[in-house]
């Protein structure tokens, strides 16, 4: 065989062909680095990201910066009453932001929860956990509660809900989950449900207001910091992340909530896992970034289509970066920024164009 033919032949397994048309440009850089900050976007469409790592392997930090869009620039706002990561932030209905437990000083486990103004840029301490909890998700109710589920409480996986009531700063108990449940994703569906899955735990459920209770869904093998995203059809799509044996997926699965049933879908290009994950508007999701179990970390990105349950390779983010900060635009860009990777903490962004 012609040594050309050959050169062609290993290229063609090597690279996988780029079918979408999505480019990257550079974005404005953080007032800070960060990686595993607390996001939540206010009312006004700017974007708060509070504590996180500023370095490897660093104790978490008090800060907190707002992205303006009106501006494309970072800046800092007020700083925490305690440094804090692993945590949950939501967006209440009245704007402020509340913040709950996470990892603080010296890795240790929180009580503490507190709400920033936007307004005037401060945060305000609230009534703390009754219990230490972190690697826990929040969603914010229709009534205008925040429901907490799972998380590490005490130093083990939760079933333990609660619920705060933003009108007077009180916590109360929530219905248990049927199963444990860490470092989970929770989406809000059609109707105010919430789904938690994914991580560190047992079946994916969905937690009925209505009714106040939670219906299992069907099992799914482990599957740690995969991308889950809700899509226009109503069914949520799981993608990447680390399995129960320790490797990297590559892997898709969507869920039926009306079912409760998952069915595969096409898999990605690349194993990954702490990848970041956008709807675009058209209804496709963008995955980018992440690392894999070898310690590297990922440029490429990929968009899914829906429709054909397939991936396409698209171009990939200007540098390598996992564990990234991400933000749907007006205008239909993607903004991602912080993360890490072999170079440290980062505080560039940068935007990706459909």
Not at 52 to 78: C, H, K, L, M, N
Not at 90 to 104: K, W
């Amino acid at each position: 065989m012609p040594i050309v033919s050959a050169v062609l032949i290993v290229l063609a397994t090597v690279f996988v062909p780029r079918s979408d048309h999505g480019f990257w440009t550079a974005g404005p850089e953080m007032a800070q680095p960060v990686t595993d900050g607390l996001v939540a976007r206010l009312n006004d469409g700017r974007l708060l990201v509070a504590g996180g790592e500023a370095i490897v392997d660093g104790f978490p930090v008090r800060t907190a910066q707002i992205y303006d869009a009106a501006t494309d620039s970072w800046s800092y706002t007020g700083s925490m009453h305690a440094a804090r990561i692993g945590g949950t932030a939501t967006t209440l209905q009245d704007g402020r932001i509340l913040v709950v437990g996470g990892l603080g000083d010296m890795l240790r486990s929180l009580r503490s929860a507190e709400v920033f103004d936007p307004a005037t840029g401060t945060w305000t301490e609230t009534q703390p956990l009754s219990h230490t909890r972190f690697a826990q998700s929040a969603s914010l109710l229709a009534d205008g509660r925040v429901l907490i589920v799972g998380g590490i409480v005490d130093g083990a996986i939760s079933r333990t809900a609660l619920f705060f009531n933003p009108a007077n700063g009180s916590w109360s108990e929530a219905p248990a989950t049927t199963f444990l449940h860490a470092q989970q994703t929770s989406l809000t569906l059609s109707g105010g449900r919430i789904l938690v899955a994914g991580g560190f735990g047992q079946r994916p459920e969905i937690y009925n207001s209505g009714r106040g209770r939670w219906a299992p869904q069907a099992p799914i093998p482990v599957r740690s910091h995969p991308v889950v995203l809700p899509l226009r059809t109503g069914s949520v799509l799981m993608a990447a992340g680390t399995g129960g044996q320790g490797h990297d997926l590559s892997s898709a699965r969507v869920l039926d909530p009306a079912t409760g049933k998952w069915a595969a879908t096409g898999s990605m290009h690349k194993v990954r896992n702490q990848a970041i994950g956008a709807v675009l508007p058209d209804g496709r999701v963008l995955v980018a970034g992440g690392e894999q179990v070898t310690g590297h970390v990922l440029r490429s990105a990929e968009v899914y289509d829906p429709a054909t349950g397939k991936w396409a390779a698209t171009s990939p983010m200007t540098i390598s970066r996992d564990a990234g900060i991400v933000m749907n635009m007006p205008d239909g860009r993607v903004l991602v920024c912080g993360g890490m990777n072999f170079s440290g903490v980062l505080d560039s962004c940068e935007f990706y164009h459909p």
